[in-house]
């Protein structure tokens, strides 16, 4: 008993003092190994896989009956199209930067008007059960139509090719948009209504003071699927419509024979897709970085 | 003043797939103003349909409830309701949360250094000035039971409801809660009416504490005066004869004359 008691009275005085001293520096030097370590494990995975798929592409495309250009083939012919991305020479030769933000600027266009446009109807049937009934139906049906086939309708419509790619952008990013928010303003707890009740908020106060941020995670899981689906549906729209744009851009090297160029622009195509709905997630993290429930 | 609140032949049923269930039958009781009221009786006797009846959040089905010389219909501010689950809102600060009613009901009457003043003046009266910057994430239970109550406070009502306050806090936290509510009762001299199934709660805060029977069609079966001096002491009183007869009427009428069946 009176060992225990000793044993436990020393220890501790011990550990204090062995830790007092070098707490600092050793904590700087650990906390610098833990980002390089952090960065390696992130970082060095991927490359050796990239590096990997490169190597067994070369080696299956380089037979002399390849259909495919291998990598080198593509950084000879397509490099400047990788490293100088603002080149602009005249007569629409320009870098695929510049192709990228036509294509972004009908994004931003046609996603900003189905959140405003799905935000807004996604509250409405979230509220109304009448709504909900007559319109769900409906919604779960054209959710469903492929984007493509919104085309040649938008094209009779409004004659013209930039404004029916940025509709079919926006048709094609609405559905998650509403149907998320509604599930989302559906299930708001009843005590926030009763709250709300009792103060007597309006429907435009109860609408941004309660019902957007506590319906915020929804939707943003709806914003973030409809970003993803955009940057889908503006490649199509675009192949087929024309004009500046990096779908179109694809269209036509095809047509020209440039394969390198099409492998080029697919690898922008994704880098800028995962940046979008990095972005979108990023701010939704920001946004609704209260709205854990209790 | 007598007849503060009256809730006068109040039925309230509610119907479900064509099946009406009565729960509420003949309720009937006036309320002074500065009293403080007890509501309690077995779970599923309807005492919450009761407050939610008084705060307007429900409609009666028949009778009428008349606070001061109006007709309650629909909530509203004068009626504020301390909700048993806090229902602060997460993702607004203890301080945003109660601005959120004082910008509502004092939006056009105080200037913004008399608002703030009066949100941090409720806060203090709870203690909780010092987590104005938190969110309720951050809090324990009882402070944001206490944010809910200052929350309520700051609507300046003519009465406060309390629907089961404390019910969902651990007992000493409940004992430094109902303090807080007797010492703010003691400066403020507000009406209140409160939902429990604490029996001690009941008689220790209360001017009269008001008996339900078991639903269906839960009446009031008796209402029990507490003839015991304010302020009132937690210590002192656990031995006083009045205070013991006070339970026990009580808990003879909820554990003998009415007991739960179902709970058996």
């Known amino acids: ?294 | 003043m007598a007849g503060y609140l009256k809730i006068e032949h109040v039925d309230k049923s509610f119907e479900r797939n064509g099946v009406t269930s009565e729960v509420l039958k003949d309720i009937s009781l006036e309320i002074s103003e500065g009293e403080v009221i007890s509501i309690i009786g077995h779970s599923g006797c309807g005492k919450s349909t009761l407050l939610n009846l008084i705060a307007g959040l429900t409609e009666v089905s028949s009778g009428a409830i008349v606070l001061g010389s109006e007709v309650v219909s629909g909530p509203g501010p004068e009626r504020a309701v301390v909700f048993q689950n806090h229902s602060l809102l997460p993702w607004l600060t203890v301080y945003e949360n109660v601005n959120l009613a004082v910008a509502k009901v004092f939006g056009g009457k105080k200037s913004k250094a008399e608002r703030h003043e009066w949100i941090m003046h409720n806060l203090d009266l709870v203690q909780m000035g010092h987590a104005r910057d938190k969110r309720p994430a951050e809090i324990s239970g009882g402070m944001k039971q206490r944010v809910g109550i200052a929350r309520a406070l700051a609507m300046e009502p003519k009465i406060l409801l309390l629907d089961e306050p404390f019910g969902a806090l651990d007992a000493l936290t409940r004992a430094h809660l109902q303090d807080a509510v007797m010492e703010i009762h003691e400066r403020l001299h507000n009406t209140m009416i409160m939902i429990t199934h604490d029996v001690d709660e009941a008689v220790l805060l209360s001017d009269r504490i008001v008996m339900m029977t078991n639903g269906p069609a839960a009446r009031i079966g008796e209402v029990l005066a507490v003839p015991l001096g304010r302020p009132r002491r937690r210590l002192e009183l656990a031995g006083d004869r009045t205070y013991l007869k006070c339970r026990e009427a009580v808990l003879k009428f909820l554990y003998e004359r009415h007991r739960f069946v179902e709970a058996a």
């Not at chain 1, 070098?22 to 980002?35: N, T």
């Not at chain 1, 291998?70 to 603002?86: R, Y």
């Not at chain 1, 109304?128 to 419509?157: E, K, Y």
């Not at chain 1, 990013?173 to 009740?197: E, L």
Request: aromatic residues 12%; glycine residues 8%; hydrophobic residues 55%.
């Open chain 1, 1 to 294: 008993m009176s060992a225990e008691a000793q044993f436990e009275t020393v220890v501790p005085a011990k550990k204090a003092k062995v830790f007092a001293f070098p707490a600092q520096p050793a904590s700087r030097r650990i906390d610098m190994k833990k980002v390089a370590t952090g960065v390696a494990r992130s970082i060095v995975p991927p490359l050796i896989v990239i590096l990997l798929i490169l190597l067994i592409w070369q080696i299956a495309c380089s037979t002399p009956g390849a259909s495919l250009p291998p990598p080198s083939v593509v950084w000879e012919q397509a490099g400047e199209l990788i490293w100088n991305p603002f080149f602009d020479y005249g007569n629409g030769d320009i870098g695929l930067a510049w192709r990228v933000f036509a294509s972004l600027q009908r994004v931003a266009v046609g996603f900003g008007l189905a959140a405003l446009v799905g935000v807004a109807v996604g509250a409405f049937i979230g509220q109304s059960v009448w709504a909900m009934r007559g319109l769900d139906p409906i919604f779960q049906i054209l959710r469903t139509v492929p984007p493509l086939a919104w085309l040649p309708l938008s094209l009779a419509a409004f004659r013209d090719s930039h404004p029916s790619a940025i509709f079919v952008i926006f048709i094609t990013a609405v559905w998650p948009v509403i149907i998320n928010t509604a599930v989302g303003v559906r299930n708001i707890p009843n005590d926030y209504r009763n709250v709300a009740a009792i103060l007597r908020l309006n429907p435009i106060e109860f609408f941004f003071k309660v019902m957007v941020p506590a319906a915020a995670p929804y939707i943003f899981t709806g914003l973030r699927i409809g970003i993803g689906l955009s940057w889908l549906a503006i490649v199509a729209a675009e192949m087929l419509t024309g004009g500046v744009g990096i779908g179109f851009f694809i269209w036509d090297a095809w047509n020209s024979s440039r394969l390198p160029d099409i492998i080029v622009a697919l690898v922008y195509i994704g880098v800028i897709g995962f940046m979008l709905d990095r972005l979108v997630a990023g701010f939704g993290a920001f946004i609704t970085r209260g709205t854990a429930a209790n």
